[in-house]
């Protein structure tokens, strides 16, 4: 079975401040995905990244950066100077493409909070 | 391509109620799927079609919720008959090939009074 762990349910900072999402995840499976996804108070899931297991090079796109451990099993996400409206849940989420194939096993989220 | 359209995007029904959500993939993916939203359980899978196909429901909670994907540009979620523990946001999404990003609607909020 896989699953996501988010431990960080809520995480609150001041504007500028850098934060770090934390997701740990679990599988049998050899080849697989990662994903974090953003849903703002709209409501709507937003795409960010995604990342195969056989690709542990991190990522940058503007603030955003991703460290991806296979070692450890975590996929962290950072935002460098945050903005209030980064103020989101975030979903760290898994999938596999083994036999069976499944959808996306979500964490259950950390809700960041951007003070101005 | 607009997009994933759910609709509706709110619904309010009495229990006992049946209620059909709606969702149109985006042209040309293979994969479509239904999650639920709660605050208790978080994002959950619900059951997943490939070329229309059902592959796997074991997310479906219980057998007053079917889902059916007549062609390849239309879904539905049913549920019948309705409970309040049902309320939730559901999400439809798809995804051209599995492990490939998947494209989220705007989802439907449902209240079972």
């Known amino acids: 079975a896989q699953k996501v762990t988010q431990a960080q349910t809520e995480i609150s900072v001041v504007e500028k401040e850098d934060v770090t999402l934390d997701c740990v995840y679990e599988?049998?499976?050899?080849?697989?995905?990662l994903f974090w996804y953003k849903q703002p108070p709209s409501g709507e899931l937003v795409f960010l990244i995604r990342?195969?297991?056989?690709?542990?090079q991190n990522e940058i796109s503007g603030r955003y950066s991703w460290n991806f451990q296979k070692s450890t099993s975590s996929f962290n996400f950072t935002i460098t100077a945050s903005q209030v409206v980064d103020s989101a849940v975030y979903f760290c989420?898994?999938?596999?493409?083994?036999?069976?194939?499944?959808?996306?096993?979500f964490g259950k989220g950390t809700h960041l909070i951007i003070q101005p | 391509d607009a997009g994933v359209i759910q609709s509706p995007r709110h619904e309010v029904t009495e229990m006992g109620q049946e209620v059909t959500l709606r969702c149109k993939p985006i042209?040309?993916?293979?994969?479509l799927f239904w999650y639920r939203q709660t605050m208790m359980r978080g994002l959950e899978l619900l059951i997943y079609?490939?070329?229309?196909?059902?592959?796997?429901d074991s997310g479906m909670p219980e057998d007053r919720f079917s889902a059916k994907m007549p062609n390849a540009s239309f879904s539905t979620l049913k549920i019948q008959p309705s409970e309040p523990r049902d309320s939730a946001v559901y999400f439809c999404?798809?995804?051209?090939?599995?492990?490939?990003?998947?494209?989220f609607g705007q989802g439907t909020r449902l209240t079972v009074v």
């Open positions: 990342r195969n297991s056989f690709d542990e």
């Open positions: 079609f490939n070329n229309n196909v059902p592959i796997d």
């Open positions: 599988t049998r499976d050899t080849t697989y995905y």
């Open positions: 989420a898994l999938s596999s493409s083994g036999g069976g194939a499944d959808g996306l096993t």
């Open positions: 042209s040309g993916h293979d994969y």
């Open positions: 999404a798809s995804s051209f090939l599995i492990g490939r990003q998947a494209f």
